[in-house]
């Protein structure tokens, strides 16, 4: 377990840190020496132990994934790496996650990616992230996410679509 250590100064600025999460549980990471071993051996085995098989009939789940990192989205784009492969891609992920439980998250995530937008849609096509569609703020992400000009999915249960909400 590794714990944040939080500058007074951040801290200061955002009293949230003393409260966050991976500042009071801390999070797991695996030692660099052994990542490969973990997802390779531990994290895979487990996955196919419950039948989950990442790209079965598609070149296997390390094609599977180059295939989609670097022809598809990009998510957590906002970093110096991922602007410089920008050539590689066709979506560059210009928001943060959408936080269904999270109700004051909902503004806070459609204002910045409509500016974030302005700037990926010079070189992109912003994504602005899945969203429920039978959400209690379904309409105001399908809205924003239909005038954002980018594509619009969502990520519902199996069979818990508003077709309704999703044709409009």
Same mark, same amino acid.
């Given at each position: 377990?590794?714990? $944040? #250590?939080?500058?007074? +100064?951040?801290?200061?600025? =955002?009293?949230?840190? =003393? %409260?966050?999460?991976? %500042?009071?549980? /801390?999070?797991?990471?695996?030692?660099?020496? #052994?990542?490969?071993?973990?997802? !390779?051996?531990?994290?895979? !085995?487990?996955?196919?132990?419950?039948?989950?098989?990442? /790209?079965?009939?598609?070149? /296997?789940?390390?094609?599977? %994934?180059?295939?989609?990192? !670097? +022809?598809?989205?990009? $998510?957590?784009?906002? #970093?110096?790496?991922?602007? &410089?492969?920008? =050539?590689? %891609?066709?979506?560059?992920?210009? @928001?943060?996650?959408?936080?269904?439980?999270?109700? *004051?998250? &909902?503004?806070?995530?459609?204002?910045?990616?409509?500016?974030? @937008?302005?700037?990926?849609?010079?070189?992109?096509?912003?994504?602005?992230?899945?969203? &429920? @569609?039978?959400?209690?703020?379904?309409?105001?992400? /399908?809205?924003?996410?239909?005038?954002?000009? +980018?594509? *619009?999915?969502? $990520?519902?249960?199996?069979?818990? !679509? #508003?077709?309704?909400?999703?044709? =409009?």
């Amino acid at each position: 377990m590794q714990y $944040s #250590n939080v500058l007074p +100064g951040v801290v200061w600025n =955002k009293l949230g840190w =003393k %409260t966050d999460a991976m %500042t009071v549980q /801390g999070l797991g990471l695996v030692n660099p020496k #052994n990542v490969i071993r973990f997802y !390779n051996d531990e994290l895979h !085995n487990y996955l196919a132990s419950a039948e989950c098989r990442l /790209g079965a009939g598609l070149g /296997g789940r390390v094609e599977f %994934t180059r295939q989609y990192h !670097n +022809g598809y989205i990009v $998510s957590m784009s906002h #970093n110096t790496d991922a602007l &410089h492969c920008s =050539k590689q %891609t066709a979506v560059v992920r210009a @928001s943060d996650d959408f936080y269904p439980r999270d109700p *004051v998250s &909902h503004t806070i995530h459609i204002a910045p990616v409509a500016y974030n @937008s302005a700037f990926f849609g010079e070189f992109m096509q912003p994504d602005w992230d899945m969203f &429920h @569609s039978q959400h209690q703020a379904a309409k105001y992400h /399908g809205s924003a996410r239909k005038i954002s000009g +980018g594509p *619009v999915y969502v $990520s519902d249960a199996p069979g818990k !679509n #508003n077709f309704d909400l999703l044709r =409009k």
